[in-house]
T-cell receptor
Framework: EPEVTQTPSHQVTQMGQEVILRCVPI?????FYWYRQILGQKVEFLVS????????KSEIFDDQFSVERPDGSNFTLKIRSTKLEDSAMYFC?????????????FGPGTRLTVL | GENVEQHPSTLSVQEGDSAVIKCTYS??????FPWYKQELGKRPQLIID?????GEKKDQRIAVTLNKTAKHFSLHITETQPEDSAVYFC???????????FGGGTRLMVKP
């Protein structure tokens, strides 16, 4: 069964550095999402992406964040200048473009640690 | 915006017993309610979902009920097994493709 994949599984960075988290959604999916989960807290929505543009974003997704689909397979989340509070597990998800299924399929996550 | 509350945060049951996890939501426009199971170190996986035009949905040992008037929905697991042990998250969204707002999660432990 196809799965969403994410790389790296764990990223350690210094405060102020830029990081790029990568996701490969399921191949025939057209809706893409990023969520994050700070340790011990809820999973929080960051952004959704469809047809090469952002469809929704939360207040967390400020100017320090950006998303891109640089080619036909990857979906990336960039944090320009990381802060300590950006330390979290970041999940990518994707969904098929069909009315027959509503499921958002999640990747295994990237644990980001900002020192 | 939407707020989803989930209870209990931890739940311990004996193998074979039933487990019930409850969620409430605040946005009356929410109409899609999935439940995800997350085993330790693994990705969240959808186990069941329900739309607001249905009051109950069942899949083998798992069922979800929805009360739109009261704005709450519940996950029921019958005949629990040790492999049911995981963290369960409820979520809500206005439409299936939209952002999911998650509850805080319930750690279910099934004791053999």
């Amino acid at each position: 069964e196809p799965e969403v994949t994410q790389t790296p599984s764990h990223q350690v960075t210094q405060m102020g550095q830029e990081v790029i988290l990568r996701c490969v959604p399921i191949s025939n999916h057209l809706y893409f999402y990023w969520y994050r989960q700070i340790l011990g807290q809820k999973v929080e929505f960051l952004v959704s992406f469809y047809n090469n543009e952002i469809s929704e974003k939360s207040e967390i997704f400020d100017d320090q964040f950006s998303v891109e689909r640089p080619d036909g397979s990857n979906f990336t989340l960039k944090i320009r200048s990381t802060k300590l509070e950006d330390s979290a597990m970041y999940f990518c998800a994707s969904r098929a473009r069909t009315r027959l299924t509503d499921t958002q399929y999640f990747g295994p996550g990237t644990r980001l640690t900002v020192l | 915006g939407e707020n989803v509350e989930q209870h209990p945060s931890t739940l311990s049951v004996q193998e074979g017993d039933s487990a019930v996890i409850k969620c409430t939501y605040s946005d009356s426009a929410s109409n899609y309610f999935p439940w995800y199971k997350q085993e330790l170190g693994k990705r969240p996986q959808l186990i069941i979902d329900i739309r607001s035009n249905v009051g109950e949905k069942k899949d083998q040992r798992i069922a979800v009920t929805l009360n739109k008037t009261a704005k709450h929905f519940s996950l029921h697991i019958t005949e629990t097994q040790p492999e049911d042990s995981a963290v369960y998250f409820c979520a809500a969204s206005r439409n299936a493709g939209n952002m999911l707002t998650f509850g805080g999660g319930t750690r279910l432990m099934v004791k053999p």
